[in-house]
């Protein structure tokens, strides 16, 4: 079985080592990379060729719906999971490309559902939050 390779963007550590920690135990999900802000997404993405790539909205340097605008442009097959704490932001992310959002509070089944879903589906525009 071919494992779903993940790209963790957040500007904070501990919300990315948490993210971690929920995806490496996965025996079909890879966290490859991450990365610390959306500029070093957009070329992490690039690099990396991500299934998946979990975006924070607010970040320093540029933010999540800039670089999910970005990568949806070199990489249009490249799924963005959108995950904020703030629901003001899910329509930019959606407009710029993004495929499922979830709020940092959802329970980490949506959290392992959604990559799933996006990593199997080529079409999916799913809004999902919880």
Do not use: H
Not at 46 to 64: K, Y
Not at 69 to 95: E, H, M, N, W
């Amino acid at each position: 079985m071919e494992k779903i390779k993940v790209l963790l963007v957040d500007d904070n550590e501990v919300v990315r080592e948490g993210l971690k920690s929920i995806l490496e135990p996965q025996p079909d999900i890879e966290v490859i990379g991450q990365a610390t802000d959306g500029l070093d997404a957009v070329a992490k993405a690039e690099e990396l060729r991500p299934d998946v790539i979990l975006m924070d909205a607010q970040m320093p340097v540029m933010d999540g719906t800039e670089a999910t605008k970005r990568i949806k442009q070199s990489l249009p097959g490249v799924k963005v999971l959108f995950l904020t704490v703030y629901g003001d932001y899910v329509g930019g992310a959606l407009a710029a490309g993004a495929s499922w959002y979830l709020t940092k509070d959802c329970r980490r089944q949506d959290l392992l559902e959604g990559i799933r879903v996006l990593a199997q589906s080529s079409r999916t525009k799913a809004k999902r939050a919880c």
